[in-house]
């Protein structure tokens, strides 16, 4: 077993960046679960499966391939071999993707994969579930939270950013929306597990947030 580093948070928590610049300073390969519930979600849109689609869903999770790829410092991610790296942060793949990543035949396939990339190297993973239920022993447990406001706002510069149109309200109702849909679910809901750090990043900056992490990783290692 590698040393595993398990971080959970909410949508616009700031988990992304803050991990894998942790990451980069402490040699972890950086894992973003969230982009394999979205290579689900792709998957089956392209082949016309609805998240009502039990027997579809299975069918599609039978051939999925995912891949996480780092090139050059940046995390590509392949599905069936094609590089999807942007098509999955669309605005359709957001709307969908806690429908599909809240069903049983979709987690029994993404989590066993996920432990097996603890297993052989040291890593950072970042999602919901982490500290729950993919890593419950991991080394290090930390749980990002930030206000629901603060985190539409970040989104909306991010979407700018990168040329997407949005409003701060219909990005608002999007992350309320999706986050219970993640923490009511009946598998894996998304909650804070008890033995995990909490960090609440709404009046950090990035750097702050990192440093912290870093301590906390920096002690237990000390420790180990
Ligand atoms: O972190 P993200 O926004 O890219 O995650 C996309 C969706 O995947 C999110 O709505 C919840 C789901 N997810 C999950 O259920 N469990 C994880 N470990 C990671 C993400």
């Known amino acids: 077993m590698g040393f595993v580093v398990a971080v959970d948070g909410p949508a616009g928590s700031g988990k992304g960046t803050i ?3 942790v990451g980069e300073k402490r040699n972890l390969v950086y894992i973003d679960t ?3 519930y979205r290579c689900v979600t792709l998957d089956c849109i392209n082949n016309n499966v609805s998240y009502t689609d039990i027997p579809g869903i299975e069918k599609v999770l039978e051939k999925i391939s995912i891949e996480l790829k780092n090139e050059n410092g940046i995390q590509k991610v392949y599905l069936n071999g094609k590089d ?3 098509e999955i942060r669309k605005k359709y793949i957001d709307d969908d993707v806690s429908e599909y990543a809240a069903i049983k035949q979709v987690r029994d396939k993404i989590t066993p994969m996920q432990q097996e990339m603890g297993k052989k190297q040291d890593i950072i ?3 919901r ?3 729950t239920v993919v890593f419950p022993n991991a080394d290090v447990k930390i749980f990002l939270d930030c206000s629901v406001e603060e985190r539409a706002r970040r989104r909306v510069l991010q979407n700018q950013l990168k040329g997407i ?3 701060y309200e ?3 109702e999007n992350i309320v929306g999706r986050e219970k849909l993640n923490s009511t679910r009946d598998i894996a ?4 597990a008890e033995d995990a750090i909490l960090i609440d990043s709404t009046n950090m900056t990035i750097e702050e947030v990192v440093d912290r992490v870093l301590e906390i990783i920096d002690e237990k290692r000390k420790q180990n």
């Open 129 to 131: 579930d982490i500290c």
């Open 125 to 127: 993973m970042e999602g």
């Open 34 to 36: 969230g982009a394999m």
């Open 19 to 21: 991990t894998k610049l």
């Open 189 to 192: 809901p998304f909650v804070r």
């Open 84 to 86: 999807v790296s942007e």
């Open 165 to 167: 149109e949005s409003t």
């Open 170 to 172: 219909e990005v608002l």
